[in-house]
């Protein structure tokens, strides 16, 4: 089967391409002419280069395609602008596409967030059924691209997964904890009992085919994320014992996020760089909890992650330091 793939070089992009073409599809390539293909090089793919902010680039790419697997999108950006353009603009281009090829038997999957529904109170999973309150910039313009995917799926065929942290190799953000720790530090916000869904990239990716291959899905959203939810200790603590370390453990006392992240944000606004620490990531930090529950995907898409956390993130710091990364 023909699938384009948008986001295809980045982290969760290229593992989905990689396992796409294990399946025997033939998969064509979204990528930007500054795109960084070190994770599809020497496969066997077909490129179209195209930026989808840039409407004019992006006719005819899906009329000859089966699935749509839209994994493009902005985590990171200086500005509000920055994330709607990268989320929401772009995600309205893509679906402009798919209505002017004519294509209804196209299959469209859009990867959006967890952050597009925003946290979870204490003590309770968010399901799909509880409206979505996302609390930072980037949540809403994925929640917007939600929106307009949703209103696609009234005259084609088009599915949103959720994913919460996803981890694994190739990963940058989650990777910081595995680089703190090889230095022999575990920092952790508060008392670290906040809990929170992650999910393996590959169970991920497991869980973005059955989105694309189940007739239930069409104008469904599922959350794709492990059975279990941890807290930030526990996390910790299996980084650690996956890289057999014993890092001095740190609680960093919720008071100083503030400032900081005020400080880390006037200094993007200086470099342009985007803020590692900004208001709305602490926002986020200060939460009761960001756990949601893959029910409804078990139930109808047959989904079962696989990847315990103590084997995933064994895993992960394997590759990380095969890869010199750590
Ligand atoms: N990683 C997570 O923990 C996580 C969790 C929940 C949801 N998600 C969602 O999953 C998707 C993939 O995330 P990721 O972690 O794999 O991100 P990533 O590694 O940063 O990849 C993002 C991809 O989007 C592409 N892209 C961005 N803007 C584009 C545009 N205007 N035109 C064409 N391509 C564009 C990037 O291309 P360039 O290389 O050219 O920039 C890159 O290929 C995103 O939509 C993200 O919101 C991620």
Not at 9 to 37: A, Q
Not at 143 to 162: C, P
Not at 206 to 211: F, V
């Amino acid at each position: 089967m023909k699938v384009l793939v948008t986001g295809s070089n980045g982290f969760i992009g290229s593992t989905l391409v990689e396992r796409l073409l294990r399946e025997g599809h033939s998969v064509r390539c979204l990528v930007r002419r500054s795109s960084n293909l070190t994770w599809l090089n020497d496969l066997p793919v077909e490129y179209v280069f195209a930026d989808l902010n840039n409407a004019g680039e992006l006719g005819g790419m899906v009329a000859d395609v089966e699935r749509l697997y839209h994994l493009a999108g902005v985590t990171k950006a200086r500005d509000e602008a920055g994330y709607l353009r990268g989320n929401y603009e772009a995600t309205l281009q893509l679906l402009a596409a798919c209505r002017d090829s004519g294509r209804r038997d196209l299959r469209f999957i859009y990867v959006s967030s967890q952050a597009a529904a925003g946290p979870s109170a204490a003590g309770r999973a968010l399901n799909e059924e509880d409206p979505p309150r996302p609390i930072s910039v980037y949540g809403r313009a994925k929640l917007r691209a939600e929106e307009a995917v949703q209103e696609y799926a009234r005259e084609g065929f088009a599915t949103i997964v959720r994913p919460p942290s996803v981890y694994g190799a190739r990963d940058r953000d989650i990777y910081v904890y595995f680089k703190s720790v090889a230095r022999g530090l575990l920092l952790l916000l508060g008392d670290g009992r906040m809990k929170i869904s992650l999910i393996h990239v590959d169970d991920l990716v497991e869980g973005i085919l059955l989105a694309g291959e189940s007739e239930r899905a069409r104008g469904r959203i599922y959350f794709l994320s492990s059975d279990e939810a941890s807290d930030w200790r526990a996390i910790g603590s299996i980084i650690a014992s996956a890289m057999q370390k014993k890092p001095l453990v740190v609680h960093v006392p919720v008071g100083l996020l503030k400032p900081v992240a005020w400080m880390s944000q006037l200094g993007s606004k200086i470099t342009g760089v985007p803020a590692l620490l900004n208001p709305d990531k602490v926002a986020e930090m200060l939460q009761p909890g960001w756990v949601c529950s893959n029910a409804r995907a078990r139930a109808e898409l047959g989904f079962r992650p696989r990847i315990s956390l103590e084997e995933g993130m064994t895993a992960t710091a394997a590759w990380y330091k095969e890869m010199g990364w750590l």
